[in-house]
């Protein structure tokens, strides 16, 4: 939000799960504890930032859950928020397009499919199509990957496979857009800068990842590349 950026929740190495919050600033390159999370400690929760305020909901703190908590950092507070249109999950992505929050996908004990748009004017989830193709392709997933370059949005990884899935809010419809050649992965982190995407760390299996890759939505992926 702003200049600063935020990283609470999650778990420790004793399987604690957390609820502390850290604003980062890097003009001063420092870190500063802030108000605790105000829901419940949890792992896997879902997060953006919009009109200035951060949103953090879903997750597990030992049970699936769909509440939503904001953080206005001029008044370093936590205020509860209108909970997620959808079922209760942990490991679901966001990404934002013109001031309109995207969440979708995650797990509750089996991967899911349905996506909701979040308005910030009105306060409101409104559920979109799902995250559907024609081909039959598996689109289910959790633990993805979700960042927005201009006026589109991008999935992919998670236990859902490898195809990058680019959504259209105009037509509200998802698109094959090739594939991440970083492999098969969960729990990677996703981020978008200057017009091109960036995935990095996460696991599969036992195998733990520190590579960076990045996306450029205007180069054609070139599929007989070996």
């Given amino acids: 939000m702003g200049t600063k950026g935020y990283v609470g929740t999650g778990v420790d190495a004793n399987s604690t799960l957390l609820k502390d919050f850290w604003e980062f600033d890097p003009t ?82 089996s991967s899911l499919t349905d996506w909701w748009a979040y308005d910030p004017a009105q306060d409101l989830w409104i559920e979109k199509d799902e995250f559907d193709t024609d081909n039959g392709e598996n689109v289910a997933r959790s633990y993805g990957v979700g960042f927005a370059i201009g006026s589109r949005g991008y999935i992919t990884s998670g236990d859902g496979g490898t195809t990058v899935w680019q959504y259209n809010p105009d037509t509200d419809s998802w698109a094959d857009y090739g594939v991440f050649e970083g492999g098969a992965r969960s729990y990677a982190l996703g981020f978008a800068i200057n017009g091109k995407g960036y995935i990095t760390t996460g696991s599969s299996g036992t195998t733990s990842f520190d590579d960076l890759w990045e996306f450029d939505p205007a180069v054609e992926q070139d599929t007989d590349a070996n």
């Fill in 28 to 109: 001063a390159n420092t870190w500063n504890r802030i108000a605790d999370f105000g829901g419940t400690a949890r792992r896997n929760a879902v997060s953006f930032s919009i009109n200035n305020k951060g949103f953090v909901g879903t997750g597990y703190d030992g049970n699936y859950l769909k509440d939503f908590w904001t953080y206005n950092p001029a008044e370093g507070t936590w205020e509860k928020a209108v909970s997620f249109g959808g079922g209760k999950r942990l490991g679901a992505v966001s990404f934002i397009i013109d001031n309109i929050a995207y969440v979708g996908t995650g797990t509750n004990g």
